[in-house]
């Protein structure tokens, strides 16, 4: 073989060769991406599994049971699919599921929007650096919820709320005036014997004690005994005049940070359900 033919054969090899290794890093790289995908709706995929795919199947299409729950409740908002999930459809097989708690009907709408091709990466609807000053600051929503890594206890941890909540959603939860209190979080005033009245939340309760914290931040631990009476304030700690207080700009900016703060957050923080 000639020099110059040597150097041509070379030149095949080592094309043949690169080529091998490209092929092999774009099927590593896509397996790895299809794994995270999985690995995205693994925890809404298993609630569904359990609980909705026996009547509309496995991919959701229907079944003998149960309607096509992909294209048919694609124009339902969040909102709708958890009272639907919630308290069931009076007059069709729908049952309620009041056992599943926030986090898991949140898991299961956001597998159901991923069957219906809507899941991936949120379209922010504002400016999330200014909604983090709203956040710590005009809307005093640090006051009571944590996010990432900063705020009070008083409230449910946001720091992966907006992981599946779509804006819509996020933006209705803090609107809304009339809210469902989520347990550990249910607003109460206590009136011990001595006649001290202590407002706050029962984080915990049972037939012996009551797990209190006030609004001031202090823990108290109650035994029934010495409680007069435990009241029903009537209305949840959290504002219901943020649609008033806030404008449309302040509101999407505030959706913004909540979000884009759960992008970065839910790899290292547990999910916990505002209500």
């Given at each position: 073989?000639?020099?110059e033919s040597?150097v041509?054969?070379?030149?095949?090899?080592?094309?043949?060769?690169?080529?091998v290794?490209l092929?092999?890093?774009?099927?590593?790289t896509a397996q790895?991406?299809?794994?995270q995908?999985?690995a995205?709706r693994i925890?809404?995929?298993r609630?569904?599994?359990?609980n909705?795919?026996?009547?509309h199947?496995?991919?959701?299409r229907g079944?003998?049971?149960?309607i096509d729950?992909?294209?048919?409740l694609?124009?339902?908002t969040?909102a709708?699919?958890r009272g639907?999930?919630a308290?069931g459809?009076?007059g069709?097989?729908?049952p309620a599921?009041?056992e599943l708690?926030p986090?898991?009907?949140?898991?299961?709408?956001?597998?159901?929007?991923?069957?219906?091709?809507?899941?991936g990466?949120?379209?922010l609807?504002?400016?999330?650096?200014r909604g983090?000053t709203?956040?710590?600051?005009?809307?005093?929503c640090?006051n009571?919820?944590t996010?990432a890594?900063?705020?009070g206890f008083?409230?449910?941890?946001?720091?992966?709320?907006?992981t599946?909540?779509?804006?819509t959603?996020i933006?209705d939860?803090?609107?809304?005036?009339?809210?469902v209190e989520?347990a550990?979080y249910?607003s109460a005033?206590?009136?011990?014997?001595h006649?001290d009245r202590?407002?706050g939340?029962?984080?915990?309760?049972d037939?012996f004690?009551i797990?209190?914290?006030?609004?001031d931040?202090?823990f108290?631990?109650?035994q029934r005994?010495?409680?007069?009476k435990?009241?029903?304030?009537g209305?949840?700690?959290?504002p219901s005049d943020?649609g008033?207080r806030l404008?449309a700009t302040?509101l999407n900016?505030?959706?913004?940070y909540?979000i884009?703060?759960a992008?970065?957050a839910?790899?290292t923080?547990p999910?916990?359900?505002?209500?």
């Amino acid at each position: 073989m000639s020099g110059e033919s040597k150097v041509s054969y070379r030149l095949v090899c080592l094309t043949a060769l690169l080529a091998v290794a490209l092929t092999g890093v774009y099927r590593s790289t896509a397996q790895d991406l299809d794994a995270q995908n999985r690995a995205a709706r693994i925890p809404g995929q298993r609630v569904f599994d359990s609980n909705c795919a026996g009547c509309h199947g496995l991919d959701g299409r229907g079944g003998d049971k149960g309607i096509d729950i992909v294209d048919k409740l694609a124009d339902h908002t969040d909102a709708k699919l958890r009272g639907i999930i919630a308290k069931g459809i009076a007059g069709t097989s729908m049952p309620a599921f009041p056992e599943l708690n926030p986090q898991q009907v949140r898991n299961i709408i956001g597998y159901l929007r991923s069957l219906q091709g809507r899941s991936g990466a949120h379209d922010l609807p504002g400016d999330a650096v200014r909604g983090k000053t709203i956040f710590f600051g005009a809307a005093g929503c640090s006051n009571c919820h944590t996010l990432a890594g900063n705020g009070g206890f008083l409230g449910p941890d946001l720091s992966s709320y907006g992981t599946n909540a779509s804006v819509t959603a996020i933006r209705d939860a803090i609107t809304r005036r009339d809210r469902v209190e989520p347990a550990g979080y249910r607003s109460a005033v206590v009136t011990t014997a001595h006649g001290d009245r202590v407002e706050g939340v029962v984080r915990n309760e049972d037939n012996f004690s009551i797990q209190f914290l006030a609004k001031d931040g202090t823990f108290h631990f109650f035994q029934r005994a010495d409680i007069q009476k435990v009241e029903n304030p009537g209305h949840s700690l959290m504002p219901s005049d943020y649609g008033d207080r806030l404008s449309a700009t302040d509101l999407n900016d505030l959706v913004s940070y909540i979000i884009k703060s759960a992008s970065s957050a839910s790899a290292t923080t547990p999910e916990n359900p505002w209500e």
